[in-house]
């Protein structure tokens, strides 16, 4: 057949043109190519010669700046361009068809077009990022001459009277306009960039963000396509596969993402709606998110309401395929002459849509729209979301830094709730603008989609849509419900935990005293209700899963029923599979539609706390608002002016976040200079109107050490907080001096913003920094000086210990300090600043006698005084007062005296008589308390031990962190690579495992028996629509061609007359079948859904089991060497992921996988040429799921990891609340969280930008199969029986394209939760101790140790194989009922000894013999229950005195009492509420630390051994507790052998025999008497130094 432009038709002369140039048709048509053939020559030799060369004027890192106006304007009619030309092509191609002969003018010129409109769009992205303006006059040419061109086409259709009615006249008015306005873009550019016909250009600068070459989140940045399609986080994504990605490579925000701004736009939306005339109206939260972040969501939703629409394409053009299938070939000859003019055919519009392959077209162009369309409406709610969160995050900060201290402590605001505020109810309502606009796009989505069922199926679609309907609330309730068991679940688990943390901090005790059973049952019993509520939560989840699944099932079924008895027979397989895909898409909103609601009450809830917390009181008055300066004086009206804080310690760059510094106090100049603070008649408060301090009258001289002295409780604190302004005042003022370097003058006043003052708080407060950023907490950093404040301190020592020194992380997360080392490094913070005030409350009494001498005399008297500086000291060592400049007395909440010591000792003698006493009952203690092995150096060696083995584990035994580790220190690329991209196999068995194999044979079977069963119904369907399509034979395509509006009935009634012997058979059998099949469907579904959670949950409850028996039973050098806080994330996180995270998603996982499957498969079994176009793209999928797991995993824990600390950080300032004020450090922390709060978020878009990215392909990829799928389909099947088959093969490819993405991301997931399989798989591979001994327990005699005979013979003790022996061959015997005294220096071996006694350690060599039984062959329970010990720490448990002194419940009432008693605490506890009952909190706080001791002594006591080993067990009592229990052991245990590790040794003076260690070795063993003659024997020396 010829090729020829005009085509060579018989009768026509193609090239004549006697009626006129133009008035051909072929010569217009041919016009139009000179445009696009003009461009294409002048661009290309640009494009790829003259690029090379060229570089851009201005150097900028990104090639992603976009530098003309209209830009996006342009790509969008550019892409309409496109598909209009697309659709001119398809009318082309089709019109050909009817010619005889091939007239190349159809559809040349649009195929041209097309070529040429892609290049200018690429050859205009070249020049735009690369700026050279003078080449866009190539592209202005082109539309002008492709606009005249088409215009001259149009008229000459419109003198010829082609109408609206004709297709090609549609197109052509189209593109003239599309050319017209792209003529109008390129205008514009010129007026703005003035490059031509101008004097001078204008030049143009890059966004601030693009010139900062941190900004690595391009997407605001780059141009349309990248936008939509995410094409800039490639070189992120596939790099991921090098080299992991770290915080460097995610950058920064681009700054209108930063929380600041985000902060700023919504404060301002907050602050206007509090107006003048209603100032104290509380502003609605909800209204100022509209208003700040109204206009994204506005355009998420328009986008998402065009992919709702755009998705319903699908339905309708399988319905068009299968029903135009075949009747493609048969043209009625007719219409031909009709449309001719210019010798060619022209067809009517809807000609063009009843042409199957176009249809396939539309199909795919339609899909790849619609998925943009929804990520882009994704994106545009994830990063609104992730904007709200981060401006929600800076105003809860705000508020906390202004927080009233009494709201903290009168517990109106409590750490917990602060902590949820910031992790639960801002995430709460983040997710909840993720998604809101599926609240509005819902109901639309619904609405369409009934209207077109109803318009397929007629009314029997109106019972399936019901059914979908009224199954709704049914999911609504499911889902309140699983919120309902989720809440309660956490309740257990949380009391888990709190169980769990207690055992493992007292670990060490409950070995002892082989409690540890006990405590595990308890563990085991809540985590046996946590497992009820989870099975609920299980049977739920699976319930909506099910819903999910049957739904559309329950819904195909009741519409084919009624539709079969309506109609008397099923339906055409068009409207069938129509219907089909119709349901899937229905069903999605519905299941969603109950999570939104869900969130949206979730929301309410979250704002109404928000709402609460940010109308809480705030220090001082509000007056900041009004920014109103001219407050009267008094310290009651604090000031709060929007200045900044001036701060000689701040350098420049926090200025920009001083936005809201408050100066919060402004002083009078007062009439002497000398004194720094003044309070006058000051009545103050803690919020409620009883004032705790009254009358205060004081003065503070400048430059002096002022003492402020008073029993506990009379008000010291308190005094000091006032004067910081921190308590409410009721009456009087708080005076600062002026400070002669910074003085302003302010409406006539002397207005001072007073210097920051160094405060040490009490309780000691630290960051979660090292300890260097905890000294100099944001001053520079100077040598000398820091050195200095480190010896006063006496911290030395302890830095040593610490693994890496100074640098070390310390607080909630780092290494945990004892009390003394934590108070004395808050000291050194408040000696470090260059303040001229320092506020000291309490600094000793968290320290020993030779460190408190050494602060006061290096750090208070020199260090301080030296420089000058006034110093506030509150204390209780009175021996301290001879060095005091100024005294104040407090009793009772008020002044008591105030003056120097003489002034006291002359005028109130009452008053120094009484302090006189004192002192000497406090020197003697003195003298009995400078011991050699201070409390200082206790904390240190416990220190020291946790180091000492944890480096020792570090060699031996890697954590899990460092097994990977190991495995990429070979550079070798591809290991690496390998290794991240595999899928941990070996875990996810582990796990399937440990659920039970029944339980997994029984989910794998019942997943695919499921899957056949689905698959089964739709071929079913298929055959029985089709087998309708063959009983009506050959009349059926006159039916197709009836306008859609007769039903179907009509068609069929008029066959009624030749009823043919196939369809009565028909109708018989196949809707029972069809019943029966959909019946087993949804029961499977049940099964399965039920299936998996359970297995999920066997797994759990069998993991948590094994894991919680392994620690607890765990050797005790276990829990030296493995932080605390890496066992609690066993039990908290990751068992919580075990929990309920892994069982839905490998739900997910193996549905959409099975889903994915089943469908290529029928589409491959309908026609296997499919097969060969499934190989590219399943290779292009395994690539895309590779890159994006890794980059995801990575991500995702970069996500985690920038979580915690913003997090801690909260919680912190919190804390530390009155120090950071005293300090006037708010600005600080302010850009602390800031960059904290940025550096989360930043992650947190890249994870959700990765998503996008993934989705996007693969739904694209989706489009593809779907497009393949159709045309395969449609050339190959040639058979009209083949309709249903047909409809059935594209209704599964557009399933696919809903699963891919979930297959992809659910693997992702699923990897990233089997790490936490992984991790307590770790765990469970620890040794256990060896608790049978050789001996059976039966054999020990019942009052086994009877004497407490104890021989100890060449004992070698070490803590580990792999360490060396810290005791060798030692020595010894005690005869029964002695009282024997160990001492020695620190690390001597002592403890290691006593814990020998319990086998807690490993013995190598040698043995312990007790009353004649060796005790390596006992079982460690009866062991252990025999002996008494008391521990230097004193460890209590949360639950009833009772539980504490015998959980085991074995004694009476009376002998506890009498434990009681001895131990000096009787009357105690008989004052308690509920006496022996009362309630002990967490770690016994609610009792002192010298009673806690006490109640171990009766603890070990109410357990009648004769043998007690007391380690260390005076070191944290004062001195009148410590004579209370000497007095007790010589009494109460006068007939026991008492083992008596010391640690001053004038407690072990009275022993019958003293042991002197040294390196693990018995240096002196002897009579205290003996020992002492010895001058220069080490006891002797020891016992020197003591007095």
């Known amino acids: 057949m010829a090729l020829s432009f005009c085509g060579n038709d018989l009768n026509i002369n193609a090239y004549s043109v006697e009626q006129g140039v133009l008035n051909n048709g072929c010569f217009v048509d041919a016009l139009n190519l000179v445009p696009h053939v003009f461009l294409l020559f002048i661009t290309f030799p640009i494009l790829f010669i003259g690029w090379g060369s060229q570089s851009s004027k201005v150097q900028i890192h990104h090639n992603t700046w976009l530098h003309f106006p209209g830009h996006n304007l342009r790509w969008i009619l550019t892409f309409s361009l496109l598909f209009v030309h697309v659709c001119e092509f398809a009318e082309g191609i089709v019109s050909n068809k009817m010619m005889q002969t091939n007239h190349l003018h159809l559809f040349m010129p649009a195929f041209m077009g097309f070529i040429a409109a892609t290049t200018s769009v690429v050859y205009y992205h070249n020049i735009e990022t690369s700026n050279f303006p003078k080449l866009l006059l190539v592209l202005f040419i082109y539309w002008v001459l492709a606009f005249i061109t088409k215009s001259i086409k149009l008229w000459k259709f419109a003198e010829y009277s082609v109408g609206l009615q004709h297709l090609r006249f549609c197109i052509t008015a189209l593109l003239v306009i599309l050319y017209g306005l792209l003529m109008a873009v390129e205008i514009n550019v010129i007026r703005v960039r003035k490059y031509v016909f101008f004097a001078n250009p204008q030049k143009v600068k890059p966004p601030e963000d693009l010139q900062d070459l941190g900004v690595r989140f391009l997407q605001p940045f780059v141009n349309l396509l990248s936008k939509a399609t995410y094409w800039w986080m490639n070189p992120l994504i596939i790099g991921a596969h090098k080299r992991p990605i770290e915080l460097k490579k995610i950058g920064k925000l681009p700054i209108a993402m930063r929380a600041l701004t985000n902060y700023l736009r919504l404060k301002d939306a907050y602050e206007d709606q509090r107006t003048a005339e209603d100032p104290d109206r509380s502003p ?50 007719t219409d031909k002459s009709k449309e001719t003019y210019f010798g060619v055919y022209f067809m009517s519009s809807t000609e063009l849509l009843q042409n199957t392959s176009v249809l396939a077209v539309l199909l795919f162009l339609a899909l790849v729209l619609q998925r943009t369309f929804l990520q882009a409406s994704y994106y545009v709610t994830i990063e609104t979301g992730i904007n709200l969160r981060g401006a929600l995050l800076a105003m809860i900060y705000n508020k906390i830094l202004r927080l009233s201290t009494s709201n903290m402590s009168m517990g109106e605001m409590t750490l917990g709730q602060i902590n949820n505020l910031v992790a639960i109810e801002t995430n709460q309502l983040m997710w909840f603008l993720f998604l809101c606009p599926n609240l509005w796009a819902m109901p639309v989505q619904i609405v369409m989609g009934v209207i077109l069922l109803y318009y397929l199926l007629g009314s029997s679609a109106l019972v399936g849509a019901s ?114 895909a119709l349901f899937h898409i229905l069903v999605t909103p519905l299941f969603l539609l109950s999570t939104v609601v869900r969130f949206a009450v979730k929301a309410l809830v979250s704002v109404q706390k928000l709402g609460e917390f940010l109308q809480s009181d705030e220090i001082g008055d509000d007056s900041w608002r009004n920014g109103d300066m001219s407050v009267s004086l008094e310290a009651s009206k604090k000031h709060l002016g929007a200045t900044k804080a001036i701060n000689r310690k701040q350098p420049m760059r926090y200025q920009m976040d001083n936005y809201e510094q408050p100066t919060r106090r402004q002083m009078r100049p007062t009439e002497t200079e000398d004194v720094a603070v003044k309070v006058s008649n000051g009545f103050f408060t803690w919020g409620s109107n009883l004032s705790t301090l009254s009358d205060i009258n004081i003065r503070i001289p400048t430059g002096q050490l002022t003492m402020i002295v008073g029993q506990v409780g009379c008000g010291k604190s308190s005094l000091l907080l006032a004067m910081l302004g921190e308590m409410q005042s009721i009456d009087g003022r708080v005076h600062w001096s002026e400070l002669p370097d910074c003085e302003r003058v302010h409406e006539g006043n002397f207005s001072k913003n007073r210097y920051s003052v160094a405060y040490a708080a009490q309780k000691s407060w630290l960051l979660n920094a090292t300890v260097e950023d905890n000294i100099t907490f944001g001053s520079p950093f100077n040598k000398q000086r820091y050195k200095t404040v480190i010896d006063t301190c006496s911290l030395q020592l302890d830095i040593d210990l610490l693994p890496f020194g100074d640098q070390t992380e310390i607080g909630e997360r780092g290494i945990n300090l004892s009390g003394g080392q934590r108070q004395r490094i808050c000291v050194a913070r408040a000696l470090y600043q260059n303040t001229n005030i320092v506020f000291l409350d309490d600094p000793f009494s968290a320290l020993d006698i030779h460190l408190s001498d050494h602060l006061m005399q290096e750090g208070i008297l020199k260090f301080l005084q030296d420089d000058k500086r006034t110093v506030v000291l509150v204390t209780h060592k009175l021996q301290y007062l001879i060095h005091a400049d100024w005294i104040i007395a407090m009793k009772d909440g008020t002044v008591l005296r105030e003056g120097t010591l003489k002034d006291i000792q002359t005028h109130d003698v009452e008053l120094y008589d009484h302090w006189k006493t004192l002192m000497n009952r406090q020197d003697q203690g003195l003298e009995k308390d400078i011991q050699q092995d201070s409390q200082t150096t206790l904390e240190r060696k416990t220190l020291r031990r946790a180091f000492y083995s944890r480096e020792a584990k570090n060699q031996v035994d890697d954590e899990d962190e460092e097994e990977e580790e190991e495995e990429e220190e070979d550079d070798n690329m591809s290991t690496t690579t390998n290794r991240r991209s595999k899928i941990p196999w070996r875990v996810c068995w582990c796990y399937m495992s440990s659920g039970g194999f029944f339980m997994v044979f029984l989910m794998v079977s019942s997943k695919l028996l499921k899957h056949s069963v689905i698959v089964a119904i739709d071929c079913w369907l298929a055959s029985w629509t089709s087998s309708k399509n063959q009983s009506t034979g050959a009349d059926m395509s006159n039916g197709t061609d009836m306008s859609s509006g007769t039903s179907l009935a009509t068609v069929i009634s008029s066959n009624a007359t030749l009823p043919t012997p196939g369809a009565l058979e028909n109708k018989d059998y196949y809707l029972p079948v069809f019943i029966v099949l959909c019946a087993a469907g949804i029961t499977l579904c049940l099964l399965t859904s039920l299936t998996v959670e359970f297995l999920g949950l066997s797994a759990a409850t069998n993991l948590h089991h094994n894991l919680l028996n392994k620690i607890i039973h765990a050797p005790i050098r276990f829990f030296d060497i493995t932080p605390l806080g890496q066992i609690l994330n066993r039990f908290s996180a990751d068992t919580n992921i075990i929990d309920q995270h892994i069982p839905p998603t490998l739900e997910s996982l193996t549905r959409s996988t099975l889903l994915c499957l089943s469908a290529i498969g029928v589409i491959s079994f309908i026609t296997p040429s499919f097969l060969i176009s499934l190989v590219p793209l399943a290779v292009a999928f395994y690539f895309i799921q590779k890159y994006f797991r890794v980059a995801s995993k990575d991500l995702q824990d970069l996500d985690d990891s920038t979580q915690l600390p913003l997090l801690c950080h909260f919680s912190e300032t919190a804390e530390g609340l009155t120090t950071i004020r005293a300090f006037r450090h708010e600005a600080r922390f302010k850009q602390r969280m800031l960059e904290l709060t940025d550096t989360n978020n930043t992650a947190y878009l890249f994870l959700s930008a990765a998503n996008r990215w993934l989705e996007v392909r693969t739904d694209y990829l989706g489009a593809v199969i779907v497009l393949t799928a159709a045309v395969t389909l449609i050339w190959t099947t040639k058979s009209p029986s083949t309709g249903g088959l047909v409809g059935l093969g594209l209704t599964y490819a557009l399933t696919v394209t809903n699963y891919l993405n979930w297959v992809v991301r659910n693997l992702a997931d699923l990897e990233v939760q089997m790490a936490a399989v992984k991790k307590v798989n770790s765990f469970l591979g620890t040794e256990s101790e060896n608790y049978e001994g050789s001996m059976d327990a039966s054999q020990v005699p019942e009052n086994w140790p009877q004497d407490g005979e104890i021989k100890i013979q060449d004992l070698c003790v070490r803590y580990d194989p792999m360490l060396k022996p810290v005791l060798k061959h030692v020595n010894a015997y005690i005869k029964p009922g002695q009282k024997v005294g160990i001492c020695g220096r620190t690390g ?51 639950g009833s005195i009772r539980f504490n002194l015998d959980p085991e419940r074995m004694c009476t009432d009376d002998r506890l009492w009498e434990a009681l008693e001895i131990a000096q605490l009787k009357n105690m506890v008989k004052a308690l509420p509920g006496g022996i009952d009362a309630v002990v909190t967490e770690g016994g706080e609610n009792f002192s630390v010298g009673q806690r001791q006490l109640f171990c002594l009766a603890r070990a006591f109410v357990r009648k051994s004769s043998i007690l080993i007391m380690d260390e067990a005076t070191a944290s009592i004062d001195m009148a507790t410590e004579n209370i229990l000497q007095k007790v052991v010589m009494t109460a245990f006068a007939d026991r052998t008492v083992v008596t590790i010391a640690h001053r040794v004038h407690t072990i003076l009275t022993a019958d025999l003293v042991i002197v260690m040294k390196r693990g070795n018995i240096l002196e063993y002897d009579k205290p008497e003996t020992l002492l003659e010895q001058e220069d024997g080490m006891f002797a020396s020891f016992v020197k130094a003591d007095m």
């Open 284 to 333: 609605s939260i909800w209204r100022s998110m509209y208003r700040a972040f109204g206009r994204p969501i506005l355009l998420s939703s328009t986008f998402r309401y065009l992919a709702d629409l755009l998705g319903f394409a699908g339905p309708l053009c399988i319905s068009g395929i299968v029903k135009y299938l075949n009747t493609d070939n048969e043209v009625p000859a």
């Open 467 to 580: 059914v979908i309907v009224l199954l709704a609330p049914v999911q609504y309730r499911i889902a309140t419900k699983l919120a309902d068991t989720q809440k309660s679940t956490l309740e257990h688990s949380t009391d888990r935990l709190k169980k769990t943390t207690e055992i493992l901090k007292g670990i060490k005790l409950l070995k002892l005293y082989a409690w540890e059973n006990i405590f595990c049952d308890s563990v085991e019993e809540t985590r046996g209700k946590e497992l009820t509520s989870l099975k609920t939560f299980a049977f739920y989840t699976s319930m909506s899963i099910f819903m999910n699944a049957a739904i559309p099932i329950a819904a195909v079924l009741s519409t084919f029923v009624t539709h079969h008895f309506i109609n008397k027979s099923g339906p055409s397989p068009s409207e069938a599979f129509a219907a089909l």
């Open 1388 to 1438: 001597s071996g002592k403890s290691s000894l006593s814990l020998a006694f319990f086998n807690m350690v490993d013995i190598f060599e040698g043995k312990i013999v007790i009353d004649g039984i060796d005790i390596c062959k006992l079982p460690l329970q009866t062991l252990r229950s025999r002996l008494s010990i008391i521990l230097q720490d004193p460890v209590l448990f949360s």
